[in-house]
């Protein structure tokens, strides 16, 4: 993953020249990408390949919306593959635009090791990649930049999140609570597991973390876990979820259990999306740390500066709210998605 060790340290992509600074100034510029992989974009229109993780979640949906959208605006051709959350699938999916001499390839990675190999041949075609959403603990030489979250802050900002949901009247006194992890190995679940337990651990001896499972980031998942630790565990009393559709699904099976989400166990998930916003309404979310989806314009901006031989930073990071459910009727109207 992105470390501010790995951006002081990163090299230059295929033979690029980089201007290194600090963590904020921190830029790269890319020679081989500004040649393009057939010798220049600049008369002919960008052809970019894009491997999606899947369509897991309401955010993945707003996410490969806004990614075609932002696309035929910028007048890129689009080629767009969905690997069904399967590494194997995304690494075809390279490997094939890689044949095809697309100009860039960008990918949104499943989970953060094994790319290696892959970035390497990429590089070795003189194809530059734009990491989106999740990131990849391979050497920071191999790609361009990643236009995404930061999910350590996200992690940090749900349990503040909880912190006040914890300080309204009524809230218990002991702390139960059951995580629902994202995909096993993915940038998002290590990094909000991380950033969530930092907190826990530096200032709330009483929250107990009592049970803690992935539901693969899906509502079906959250449903089945979380019914399973409604029987093994009946003490728990808060929910954080790493994304709302677990949480969606987690209601489903609290209220199957008898219990009153968001009353008997608060819920704090993390993404925003429009059915995250509406359980909110309904009193079923406690309280939402967003994360934007709507990643597309920025992304075509940073296709076209790559392309054209600029400077990108090593990270472009998304602006992000975060909502308690006394905020969500308001705000619900001025959702993008
Ligand atoms: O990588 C972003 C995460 O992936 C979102 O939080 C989640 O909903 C999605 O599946």
Redesign the pocket.
Request: proline share 4%; with cysteine; net charge neutral.
């Given at each position: 993953m992105l470390s501010r060790r790995n951006f002081l340290t990163s090299a230059a992509f295929a033979g690029a020249t980089v201007a290194v600074g600090t963590l904020d100034g921190c830029s790269k510029k890319s020679t081989a990408a500004a040649a393009g992989s057939s010798g220049g974009t600049s008369a002919k229109t960008i052809t970019l390949g894009f491997s999606q993780?899947g369509s897991?979640?309401?955010?993945?949906a707003a996410n490969t919306q806004s990614i075609k959208d932002s696309a035929t605006a910028a007048a890129i051709t689009l080629k767009f593959s969905d690997a069904e959350q399967k590494q194997e699938n995304q690494i075809q999916a390279i490997r094939d635009y890689i044949s095809q001499k697309v100009d860039v390839i960008s990918f949104?990675p499943v989970v953060t090791t094994g790319w290696d190999t892959v970035l390497k041949e990429a590089k070795a075609a003189k194809i530059p990649v734009v990491l989106t959403?999740?990131s990849v603990d391979s050497d920071p030489s191999l790609f361009v930049t990643l236009v995404g979250?930061d999910f350590e802050a996200e992690g940090e900002r749900a349990a503040h999140l909880l912190e006040k949901v914890l300080a309204l009247p009524g809230a218990p006194k002991t702390v139960n609570i059951a995580v629902l992890e994202?995909?096993t190995g993915?940038?998002?679940a290590i990094d909000r597991a991380k950033g969530f337990k930092k907190i826990a651990d530096a200032s709330h001896p009483e929250w107990k973390i009592v049970a803690s499972q992935t539901g693969d980031?899906t509502r079906d998942g959250g449903k089945q876990v979380m019914a399973a630790f409604l029987t093994a565990h009946p003490e728990i009393n808060v929910l954080f979820a790493?994304?709302?559709?677990m949480g969606l699904g987690a209601i489903t099976s609290i209220e199957a259990a008898g219990k009153k989400p968001g009353t008997d166990i608060l819920i704090v998930s993390?993404?925003g999306t429009h059915d995250g916003f509406v359980a909110m309404t309904q009193g079923k979310i406690n309280a939402i740390a967003e994360?934007n989806?709507l990643l597309g314009p920025q992304l075509m901006d940073t296709i076209k500066t790559v392309l054209g031989g600029g400077s990108v930073p090593a990270w472009i990071k998304t602006k992000e709210g975060d909502f308690m459910a006394a905020d969500a009727a308001a705000a619900l109207p001025n959702r993008k998605y």
């Amino acid at each position: 993953m992105l470390s501010r060790r790995n951006f002081l340290t990163s090299a230059a992509f295929a033979g690029a020249t980089v201007a290194v600074g600090t963590l904020d100034g921190c830029s790269k510029k890319s020679t081989a990408a500004a040649a393009g992989s057939s010798g220049g974009t600049s008369a002919k229109t960008i052809t970019l390949g894009f491997s999606q993780v899947g369509s897991e979640s309401g955010w993945r949906a707003a996410n490969t919306q806004s990614i075609k959208d932002s696309a035929t605006a910028a007048a890129i051709t689009l080629k767009f593959s969905d690997a069904e959350q399967k590494q194997e699938n995304q690494i075809q999916a390279i490997r094939d635009y890689i044949s095809q001499k697309v100009d860039v390839i960008s990918f949104s990675p499943v989970v953060t090791t094994g790319w290696d190999t892959v970035l390497k041949e990429a590089k070795a075609a003189k194809i530059p990649v734009v990491l989106t959403d999740r990131s990849v603990d391979s050497d920071p030489s191999l790609f361009v930049t990643l236009v995404g979250s930061d999910f350590e802050a996200e992690g940090e900002r749900a349990a503040h999140l909880l912190e006040k949901v914890l300080a309204l009247p009524g809230a218990p006194k002991t702390v139960n609570i059951a995580v629902l992890e994202g995909t096993t190995g993915s940038a998002p679940a290590i990094d909000r597991a991380k950033g969530f337990k930092k907190i826990a651990d530096a200032s709330h001896p009483e929250w107990k973390i009592v049970a803690s499972q992935t539901g693969d980031f899906t509502r079906d998942g959250g449903k089945q876990v979380m019914a399973a630790f409604l029987t093994a565990h009946p003490e728990i009393n808060v929910l954080f979820a790493h994304n709302d559709d677990m949480g969606l699904g987690a209601i489903t099976s609290i209220e199957a259990a008898g219990k009153k989400p968001g009353t008997d166990i608060l819920i704090v998930s993390i993404d925003g999306t429009h059915d995250g916003f509406v359980a909110m309404t309904q009193g079923k979310i406690n309280a939402i740390a967003e994360c934007n989806p709507l990643l597309g314009p920025q992304l075509m901006d940073t296709i076209k500066t790559v392309l054209g031989g600029g400077s990108v930073p090593a990270w472009i990071k998304t602006k992000e709210g975060d909502f308690m459910a006394a905020d969500a009727a308001a705000a619900l109207p001025n959702r993008k998605y």
